[in-house]
């Protein structure tokens, strides 16, 4: 095994042991990158010399945290001072911050190696990067979190920072084959990270296994990572939406959901709120009109640079009203309370990540039409690879938790990794 392929936990276990150097762990994946990165395109910046200087340095620091020395990639709407953040803008050519965001500041707190800035879709939204799905190039790696599911899924780097307002962290997970978290809304503060919506905006995490999740959880919001014993309680909801997903994703569901029942997993079908249809349908009530005043400037100062798929939906958020916004915001306030009730008879949901394998459209980021009601209701989320898709590309099950079970839900991801390796 090369040794950008170790998972984050095995590299930082190594690296505490002696027998790697963080500057070691670096080259690897600086190589892999230079050998694979023309066709994935998943890195906006990499300065290289800056990257070793910053590994040998952290060779000779004293241990800072369990995932000292251990790289990450930084979505390109996360600030760094030291790195140019461009949102992939026109308007942001060059610019560069000059503070971190508070999570790249808890990385680097944390003796982890700050490798580069990850593609983002423009402005983190619907407009397709140059990034490509590392498992087929024709094929779409989602959005908006592109670069870090393309960099972590192809072993360029093992842990990489998203960000999740609609379905930008678990749909591009799903559709790479990457481990991914949308946590909690508000665990990990989001200070210095480019507003789109923020009743909805979350900073995710992208890794190769549930363990390195829970690792860099543990640094970016103080939580300890959670063992989780006995028979899970699994509520399996396949959402209002269910025909929408096709028929490889409904039977890779259905057999995920067997496998754990055959582990000794307790199964039950489970429904969502009456009235949760309008989460599926009518996200955009709330992210369309957040996002329109949060790009206010850009929009009315710099519109001839926008591209026209983010100016046709700034424009559909400037005309939605304050008072469908205020009551879509009061449905999903009854619908997180009803939730919330619901989930106390069981551990996690099992649903769908995404309604497909990766779209062959270089034109669309894909469908987040099973991300974004989690997001609305701010729970979180773990996708787990499993399964092929007709095309052999990745699929992938979604669990979801309770509000504030972020821990929990990685050890049960865990488990579910462990039931579903086919």
């Known amino acids: 095994m090369r040794l950008n392929e170790l998972s984050a936990a095995q590299a930082a276990r190594r690296i505490e042991a002696g027998e790697i150097t963080v500057e070691a762990l670096a080259k690897a994946c600086l190589e892999h990158i230079g050998e694979r990165d023309e066709a994935v395109r998943a890195w906006a910046y990499i300065d290289r010399d800056a990257v070793l200087a910053q590994a040998r340095a952290l060779d000779r620091a004293p241990r ?9 990639g930084i979505k390109d ?13 026109r308007i942001y050519q060059g610019h560069r911050p ?6 790249v500041t808890l990385l680097r707190q944390a003796g982890c190696l700050i490798l580069g800035k990850t593609v983002t879709t423009e402005f983190a939204n619907n407009h397709p990067s140059q990034t490509r799905n590392p498992h087929n190039p024709a094929h779409t790696p989602g959005g908006s979190s592109s670069g870090s599911a393309a960099a972590v899924a192809d072993a360029m780097v093992p842990l990489a920072l998203g960000t999740q307002t609609g379905g930008s962290v678990i749909r591009p997970a799903a559709y790479c084959g990457a481990f991914a978290i949308k946590p909690s809304f508000g665990a990990i503060n989001r200070a210095g990270a480019k507003f789109l919506a923020e009743s909805l905006d979350t ?29 899970p309680r699994i509520g399996l909801c396949r959402t209002p939406r269910w025909a929408v997903a096709d028929a490889s994703v409904q039977k890779n569901l259905e057999d995920a ?6 582990a000794g997993a307790q199964l039950r079908d489970f429904e ?15 992210m369309t009109y957040e996002t329109a005043r949060a790009l206010g400037w850009e929009y009315w100062n710099h519109g001839e640079k926008l591209s026209p798929t983010l100016k046709a939906r700034l424009d559909g958020g400037w005309a939605v009203t304050r008072a469908d916004y205020d009551a879509m915001r009061e449905h999903v306030r009854r619908c997180r309370r009803e939730l919330a009730e619901s989930m106390r008879a069981v551990d996690f949901l ?10 062959a459209s270089l034109a669309s980021t894909g469908d987040p039409i099973f991300n974004r009601a989690w997001t ?23 669990l979801v938790g309770a509000m504030d079970t972020d821990m929990a839900l990685i050890g049960w991801a865990a488990m579910a990794a462990g039931c579903l390796r086919r």
């Open 272 to 286: 969502l709120p009456t009235g949760s249809e309008q989460l599926f349908d009518r996200h955009k009530v709330i």
């Open 98 to 103: 000059k503070a971190d965001a508070a999570c």
């Open 376 to 398: 609305l209701l701010g729970v979180p989320c773990v996708t787990v690879p499993c399964g092929k898709g007709p095309k052999g590309l990745p699929l992938a099950v979604q």
């Open 64 to 72: 800072a945290s369990r995932l000292h020395g251990v790289p990450f």
């Open 77 to 89: 709407i996360i600030d760094t001072a030291d790195l140019p953040t461009e949102y992939n803008s």
């Open 257 to 262: 959901a067997r496998e754990m029942a055959k």
């Open 203 to 231: 900073i995710g995490i992208f890794s190769r296994s549930a363990e390195d999740l829970g690792l860099a959880l543990e640094v970016l919001t103080g939580r300890t990572p959670s063992a989780v014993s006995g028979k």
């Open 350 to 359: 099992l649903t769908p990540s995404a309604p497909s394998e990766a779209p």
